[in-house]
């Protein structure tokens, strides 16, 4: 079982930035991907940006030249340092980790994990 843990976010005027990072502890050895989503109040819950083990990204194409996604393999980490905030940025987000089920047996079963949310507010 992967346990996510988020920090990072808060209020910030438009224009702004703040990063937000999420550490994985656990059975983290099936980890593949791991990136963020978001979701806006009254909106479903959008893909924003993820890393694979290797380092391709994926960024939404709202958030492409403002956004960028780290991780840290040895230390089971992403990161999403966001700039140039606008006021449509603000959700919460959700830091995920999704497993490659073909890495190992004991993968096959896995889910894809998720944090707790952290919410992200940006004032106009």
């Known amino acids: 079982q992967v346990r996510l843990v988020e920090s990072g976010g808060g209020l910030v005027q438009t224009g702004g930035s703040l990063r937000l990072s999420c550490a994985a502890s656990?059975?983290?050895?099936?980890?593949?991907?791991m990136g963020w989503y978001r979701q806006a109040p009254g909106k479903e819950r959008e893909l924003v940006a993820h890393?694979?083990?290797?380092?391709?990204?994926y960024y939404a194409d709202s958030v492409k030249g403002r956004f960028t996604v780290s991780r840290d393999n040895a230390r089971v980490t992403v990161s999403l340092q966001m700039n140039s905030l606008k006021p449509e940025d603000t959700a919460v987000y959700y830091c995920?980790?999704?497993?490659?089920?073909?890495?190992?047996?004991?993968?096959?079963?896995?889910?894809?994990?998720w944090g707790q949310g952290t919410q992200v507010t940006v004032s106009s």
């Open positions: 995920v980790a999704e497993p490659d089920r073909y890495r190992l047996p004991r993968c096959r079963t896995d889910s894809d994990s």
């Open positions: 656990g059975d983290t050895i099936c980890i593949s991907v």
């Open positions: 890393m694979t083990t290797g380092g391709s990204t």
